[in-house]
């Protein structure tokens, strides 16, 4: 199993920014890729961004420019660097990860941290 923990999250003014991060824990696991996701009252969960073992960046259009993910394979962590936010950036934001622990691979959900960006 691989614990997921997130931290940042909280009340910005429009133009603002925050930063998140999201350690993985446990035990003789390697994380393929992690990422964080949004979900918005009565919306689906979506992408905001996802970065490989690599260092392969995905952004979603919304966010492209204003955010950066990042990651640390060493301490097992995953940043989100958000500037320049907006109302619309309002949601809980939920860090994942495909991880695999020997010849399995399962994909992981934080608790999410709750993002309000007041205008």
């Known amino acids: 199993q691989v614990q997921l923990v997130e931290s940042g999250g909280g009340l910005v003014q429009a133009g603002g920014s925050l930063r998140l991060s999201c350690v993985a824990s446990?035990?003789?696991?390697?994380?393929?890729?992690m990422g964080w996701y949004l979900q918005a009252p009565g919306k689906q969960r979506e992408l905001v961004a996802s970065i490989t073992k690599g260092g392969s960046t995905n952004y979603a259009d919304s966010v492209k420019v204003r955010f950066t993910i990042s990651r640390d394979n060493a301490e097992n962590t995953v940043s989100l660097q958000m500037n320049s936010l907006k109302s619309e950036d309002t949601a809980v934001y939920y860090c994942?990860?495909?991880?695999?622990?020997?010849?399995?691979?399962?994909?992981?959900w934080g608790q999410g941290t709750q993002v309000t960006v007041s205008s």
């Open positions: 994942k990860a495909h991880c695999r622990i020997g010849a399995y691979e399962y994909q992981y």
């Open positions: 446990g035990n003789s696991f390697t994380c393929l890729s």
